[in-house]
C-alpha cells in the first residue's frame, strides 16, 4: 500500500545509499583525484608541489573517514593552490564535486560540474557528474541532455550509461531505462548500482521475479550494499513474502545501523505480519533519528488509522505534510481518516489534493466516491467511480460502489447493471450481492431481494448489515417473528448497531408493542443522540399514548440536530392539529414541504387541517399536489372527492371517489364518502349499498352506521335508520350527533320520552348542540311540557341569538298557550333577524290568523309567498285563511296552487274540498277529500268532511260509515248530531235510490 512513497524518500536516505552503492563512481573519483596529485605535481614548483601534496593527501583521507565537511576545505585550499593552472584545478574541482555530491550539497557540486564543462567541453566525466547531479535535483530533462553528451564523447562508459537509465525511470520511460542499464550491464557486468537500478525498474513493471533477480545480483557483487537489501526486502513484501523481506531489511539494517529508512521498511513489514507494537517501535527509532522523516510519519498514521486511532493518525499526516506538501498517498491517507471522523468536507479537500498531485491516484478517486456518497453528492460519487474503473475496469469493488451512487439516485436500471457486474467478476462479493438485494426491495421485488440476502449470508455470515435487511424485507412483508429473528441476530453480532435497535422499535411500535418499542428506540438514541429518525418514531409512539409533552420533546431534539428533517415538523404538525393549534400545525407542515416540495404526506397532512378549519380552496390545492406527486394517494383522492361534494361538484367527486376505490377496493372511508354522496343526490339504494360495503370492511366505522342510518332517515324507515344509529353509539357512546338524530327518530315515531333521552344525551356531551336543544324542545312541546320547551328554545336563543328559528319555535308555543303577546314578540324576533325569510312570515300570520286577526294574517302570508312562490304552506294556509273570511274563489285558489306545487298534499286538497262544500259543489269536495284520503289513509277530519258531503247529498250509508271512521281514528270528533235515520229522511221527503 506504501508503494507510492518510494518515489518521494528522503534526500538524506539516498546518500547513504548512494555512498554504500556506488562503489565504482567512488573508487573512479578516488583515482582520478590521485592521478589529479600525480599531474600537478609534475606541472608545480616544489614549493608548490609540497602545498598540493599535502592538502590532497588530507582531504582524501578525511574523506575516507567520513569527515567531509574537512575534506572539502582542505580540497579547496589544493584548488586555490592552482588557481594558475586549470588542467590540474579541474581534478581537484572534480573530487570537490563529489564531496558535495555526497553531502547533499547539489547546487555547489552543479556548479563545480558546470565550471568543468565550461573549461573542458571535451571532457566526458564533466558531463558524467553533471547528469548524475541534475538526477539527484529531479531534473531529469538536463540529466539525459548531459548524459547524451558524455556518451557522445565516451559511448563506452558504463556510468554514464546507468544514470540516463536511472533518469528514464524517473520518467517513466522504463524502455528507455531498460536498453541503457542492459548496456551499462554489458560493458560493466559486476556494476551492482546498475542492478539495483534496474530491479527497481522491474519492480514499476510489475516484473518482481526479474526485480528479485537483479536485487541479488546486486548484493552478489556488493555483499555490503544496504540499499540493494532494502529494494529486495521491499519486493518481497510486495509479493507478501514477509519473512525474506524481513531478513533483508534486517541486514540492511545490520550495514547501516543508523538508517531511519531502514527502519520505517521494517516497520512496514512488521505491519504486514500484524506486529504492530514493533512496527510502532521501529517508526519511532526511525523518527529519532531523523525527526524529519515524512514518510516515516505516514507509515506510523497508517498503523494509527488501522487501529482506529484515526486523531493521532492525523497527527502524524499533518506532520508528513508540513515535511513533504507534494506526497499524494499521504494527503490520501488523511482525508480516509477525516472521513472516519465524519469531516466530509476536509476529507474532500485531502482527497483532492491528492488527486490534483497525482491524477491517476486510482485509491484515491474511490475514497472520494465514498465520501461524496455519504455527503449525498452523488453524481460526482458516479464521477469518480467511473474515473476509476476507466483504469482497472475489472474491480468488483468499485462497479459495486458505483451502483450504490446510481442506487441513490435513483437510476435503478444503471445501479442493477453494475451490481450485476460487480457480482459477476466476484460471485463471493456478500456486500455487493446484498446490494443488489437492497436495489430489489426498494423496487418491491421482493422474492428477488431475499435470494440475495440469503446468498449474501451464506457468504458472509457474520453480517450485521445483511440481516437487518433481511429483517426489513420481512418486517414489510409482515413476517413479524422472522423480522424480530433477523434484529435480534445483527445486534447479536453487533450488539452497538444503533441502526437494528431503532427498526426494531419500529417493528414492535407496528405489533403495538408500544413498551419494547420505546425501549428500543431509546436504545438507538443513547447510542446515536444524534438519530432524529429514532427519536422521531419513540415520539410518534408517545403522540399515540397521548403523552405529548415527551412527543415534542423527541420532535423538537431532532428538529434541533436536523432542521432540514423534514418528517419531524409532519409529526410535529400531528401534536399541533390535535391540540387544535392550527396555525403552528400548518406552519410545520409548510416548512416540511419547502425542505421536500414532493412531500406528497405533508401536502395530505396540510389539506385535512386547511378542511377542518373550513379553507376548501386551499385543502383542494394540497390534496391535488399529494396526488401530482404520488398518483396512487388514496387518501388525497377521497378528501378531494368529498371537497367536491361539499361543493356540490358532483362529477368532479365521483371521479375521485371511484378512483380511490380503484386504487384501493377496500378503503372504507372511500365508500363511505361516495355514499354520503350518493344519499345527497337522492340516491338511496346506491347510498345504502356503498355504507353497507365501508361498514363490511370495517365494522367499526361508526361515522358509516350513521350515515346509512341518515339514508334510512330520508326513507321514512325510522325503525332501520334507530338500529343503525344505535350501532354507531354503542361503537361510540360519545357520538352525540348520532344519538341526537336517533333522539329525532324517536321523535317521529311518536316516542317523545325516547326522543328526549337521546337529545339529553346529545347535549350532555355537547353543551352547545343547539340542534338538540330545539329538538328537544319539539319533543316536550308534543308532551305539551311547555314549560321545558320553552327553556331549550331560550337555551338556543341563548347560544345563537342571531337565529330566527328559536323565536318563531317559543313563539308557537306561546301560542299554544294562548300568550299572543310573547309570541307576537317572538314572531317579531324572528322577523326583524331574518325579514327574508319566507318561513318567518308564515309562522307569524298563522298567530295573526288564530287571533282572528285576518288582514295581517294575509299579509304575512303573502309577503311568505313573495319570498317563496312555491311555499304550499304558506298559500294553504292563506287559502284557510280566505275561506275564514268566505272568500271562497281566493281560498280555492290559493289551495290549486298549494296541490299544483305538492300534489301529494293531503291538507290543502281535503280543505280544498271543505270550501267547495261550503259552495255546495258537493261533488266536487267528495272528490278532493277521497283524494286526500288516498293519500292519507288515516286522516280522520277528511273522513268527517267526506261525510258531511255525503249527507248533503243524502248518501246516508256512505255518510254514516265516514262518520264513523272519523270517530274511529279521532275518538275527539263529535259525531253526535251526525247520524240520520231512514225514518228521518223520509220525514224530509227523501226517497232511497232502492
Request: glycine fraction near 4%; charged fraction near 30%.
Amino acid at each position: 500500500m506504501l508503494k507510492s512513497l518510494k518515489t518521494y524518500n528522503k534526500q538524506a536516505k539516498v546518500l547513504v545509499m548512494q555512498r554504500l552503492s556506488r562503489q565504482h563512481a567512488i573508487k573512479f573519483t578516488l583515482l582520478i583525484a590521485l592521478l589529479g596529485i600525480f599531474f600537478t605535481l609534475s606541472a608545480c614548483s616544489s614549493s608548490q608541489i609540497g602545498q598540493a601534496t599535502n592538502s590532497c593527501e588530507s582531504a582524501a583521507r578525511e574523506k575516507e573517514n567520513g569527515n567531509d565537511k574537512k575534506a572539502v576545505k582542505l580540497i579547496t585550499r589544493c584548488i586555490k593552490s592552482q588557481s594558475s593552472n586549470p588542467e590540474s584545478a579541474k581534478q581537484h574541482i572534480m573530487q570537490r564535486a563529489s564531496y558535495y555530491r555526497d553531502m547533499g550539497e547539489y547546487n555547489l557540486a552543479l556548479d563545480d560540474y558546470q565550471w568543468i564543462v565550461r573549461h573542458f567541453p571535451g571532457d566526458a566525466n564533466g558531463y558524467g557528474g553533471l547528469g548524475e547531479i541534475y538526477n539527484y535535483l529531479k531534473e531529469y530533462d538536463k540529466a539525459i541532455t548531459s548524459l547524451n553528451t558524455a556518451l557522445k564523447l565516451n559511448p563506452v562508459r558504463a556510468w554514464f550509461f546507468a544514470e540516463r537509465g536511472n533518469a528514464y525511470s524517473k520518467k517513466k520511460l522504463y524502455q528507455n531505462a531498460l536498453s541503457d542499464l542492459n548496456r551499462a550491464l554489458e560493458l560493466s557486468s559486476e556494476y551492482s548500482w546498475a542492478y539495483t537500478v534496474r530491479g527497481k525498474v522491474y519492480v514499476s513493471l510489475n516484473k518482481h521475479t526479474e526485480a528479485i533477480t537483479d536485487f541479488t545480483a546486486a548484493i552478489k557483487y556488493s555483499p555490503n550494499d544496504a540499499w540493494a537489501y532494502q529494494e529486495r526486502s521491499s519486493t518481497y513484501q510486495t509479493l507478501k513474502k514477509y519473512d525474506d523481506a524481513l531478513r533483508d531489511i534486517n541486514k540492511a539494517i545490520e550495514l547501516v545501523p543508523d538508517d531511519a529508512w531502514s527502519y520505517a521498511e521494517r516497520a512496514e513489514t512488521y505491519k504486514y505480519l500484524e506486529q504492530l507494537d514493533n512496527a510502532l517501535k521501529d517508526l519511532n527509532k526511525a523518527l529519532q533519528l531523523d525527526p524529519e522523516y515524512s514518510w516515516a510519519y505516514s507509515v506510523r498514521g497508517k498503523i494509527f488509522s488501522d487501529r482506529q486511532h484515526c486523531q493521532k493518525a492525523i497527527d502524524d499526516f499533518s506532520k508528513s505534510l508540513e515535511l513533504d506538501e507534494t506526497d499524494s498517498w499521504t494527503f490520501a491517507q488523511r482525508g480516509y481518516c477525516y472521513r472516519q471522523l465524519k469531516n466530509n468536507t476536509a476529507a474532500i479537500n485531502d482527497l483532492n489534493r491528492a488527486i490534483e498531485l497525482d491524477p491517476d491516484y486510482h485509491w484515491a478517486y474511490l475514497q472520494r466516491g465514498l465520501v461524496f456518497i455519504e455527503s449525498d453528492r452523488d453524481h460526482e460519487a458516479v464521477d469518480d467511480f467511473t474515473k476509476a474503473l476507466s483504469m482497472d475496469s475489472e474491480e468488483s469493488w468499485t462497479w459495486a460502489h458505483r451502483g450504490s451512487a446510481y442506487k441513490n439516485l435513483k437510476k435503478n436500471q444503471l445501479a442493477l447493471n453494475d451490481f450485476n457486474k460487480a457480482v459477476k467478476l466476484d460471485p463471493k462479493y456478500a456486500w455487493a450481492v446484498a446490494k443488489r438485494g437492497e436495489l430489489y426491495f426498494d423496487l418491491n421485488k421482493l422474492d428477488l431481494a431475499l435470494k440475495d440476502f440469503n446468498k449474501a449470508l451464506e457468504l458472509d455470515p457474520d453480517s450485521s448489515w445483511v440481516y437487518a435487511s433481511r429483517g426489513e424485507l420481512y418486517k414489510k412483508e409482515k413476517k413479524f417473528e422472522k423480522a424480530l429473528y433477523d434484529f435480534s441476530k445483527a445486534l447479536e453480532i453487533d450488539p452497538k448497531y444503533s441502526w437494528v435497535y431503532a427498526v426494531r422499535g419500529e417493528l414492535f411500535k407496528q405489533t403495538k408493542q408500544y413498551k419494547r418499542a420505546i425501549a428500543n428506540l431509546s436504545m438507538a438514541v443513547d447510542l446515536n443522540p444524534k438519530d432524529v429518525w429514532a427519536l422521531t418514531h419513540r415520539g410518534s409512539i408517545y403522540r399515540k399514548q397521548n403523552n405529548y409533552t415527551k412527543a415534542l420533546e423527541d420532535y423538537d431534539r431532532a428538529i434541533l440536530i436536523n432542521p432540514d428533517y423534514e418528517w419531524s415538523y409532519v409529526e410535529r404538525s400531528l401534536i399541533y392539529k390535535k391540540e387544535e393549534k392550527y396555525d403552528l400545525a400548518i406552519r410545520d407542515l409548510s416548512k416540511a414541504i419547502l425542505l421536500d416540495p414532493t412531500y406528497d404526506w405533508a401536502y395530505g397532512e396540510r389539506a385535512d387541517i386547511y378542511y377542518d378549519i373550513d379553507k376548501y380552496d386551499l385543502a383542494l390545492h394540497d390534496c391535488t399536489q399529494a396526488i401530482k406527486y404520488d398518483p396512487t394517494y388514496v387518501w388525497a383522492y377521497t378528501q378531494r372527492g368529498s371537497i367536491y361534494r361539499q361543493w356540490k361538484e358532483n362529477k368532479k367527486a365521483i371521479l375521485d371517489l371511484n378512483k380511490a376505490i380503484e386504487l384501493d377496493p377496500e378503503y372504507d372511508w372511500a365508500y363511505a364518502e361516495r355514499g354520503q354522496l350518493h344519499k345527497e343526490s337522492k340516491r338511496y339504494k346506491a347510498a345504502i349499498r356503498d355504507l353497507k360495503k365501508a361498514i363490511a370492511l370495517n365494522p367499526e366505522y361508526d361515522w358509516a352506521h350513521a350515515m346509512l342510518g341518515e339514508v334510512y332517515e330520508k326513507l321514512d324507515n325510522y325503525k332501520s335508520a334507530i338500529k343503525s344509529y344505535s350501532k354507531a353509539v354503542e361503537i361510540d357512546p360519545h357520538y352525540w350527533w348520532a344519538l341526537a338524530h336517533r333522539g329525532l327518530m324517536y321523535h317521529e315515531l311518536g316516542e317523545y320520552q325516547a326522543a328526549i333521552n337521546d337529545y339529553s344525551k346529545a347535549i350532555t356531551i355537547n353543551p352547545t348542540y343547539t340542534w338538540a336543544y330545539a329538538s328537544r324542545g319539539e319533543s316536550y312541546q308534543k308532551l305539551k311540557r311547555y314549560k321545558q320547551a320553552i327553556e331549550d328554545y331560550g337555551k338556543v336563543i341563548k347560544l345563537t341569538p342571531k337565529d330566527s328559528w328559536p323565536f318563531m319555535k317559543r313563539g308557537e308555543v306561546y301560542q299554544t298557550q294562548k300568550r299572543y303577546l310573547k309570541a307576537m314578540a317572538d314572531f317579531n324576533k324572528a322577523v326583524e333577524l331574518n325579514p327574508s325569510s319566507s318561513t318567518v312570515y308564515g309562522f307569524r300570520a298563522e298567530a295573526y290568523a288564530e287571533q282572528k286577526l285576518f288582514d295581517e294574517a294575509i299579509i304575512d302570508f303573502t309577503k311568505a309567498i313573495e319570498i317563496k312562490p312555491d311555499y304550499a304552506w304558506a298559500l294553504a294556509k292563506r287559502g284557510e285563511v280566505y275561506e275564514k273570511k268566505k272568500l271562497y274563489d281566493s281560498a280555492i285558489s290559493d289551495f290549486t296552487a298549494a296541490i299544483k306545487v305538492n300534489n301529494d298534499y293531503a291538507w290543502a286538497i281535503a280543505h280544498r274540498g271543505y270550501v267547495y262544500a261550503k259552495l255546495k259543489q258537493y261533488n266536487t269536495a267528495i272528490r278532493d277529500l277521497t283524494r286526500a284520503i288516498k293519500i292519507k289513509p288515516n286522516y280522520a277530519w277528511a273522513y268527517y268532511q267526506r261525510g258531511k258531503a255525503y249527507e248533503k247529498l243524502f248518501e246516508i250509508e256512505k255518510a254514516k260509515k265516514d262518520f264513523q271512521k272519523a270517530k274511529e281514528l279521532d275518538p275527539e270528533i263529535d259525531i253526535s248530531n251526525r247520524t240520520p235515520t231512514e225514518i228521518t229522511l223520509k220525514d224530509w221527503g227523501y226517497q232511497s235510490a232502492s
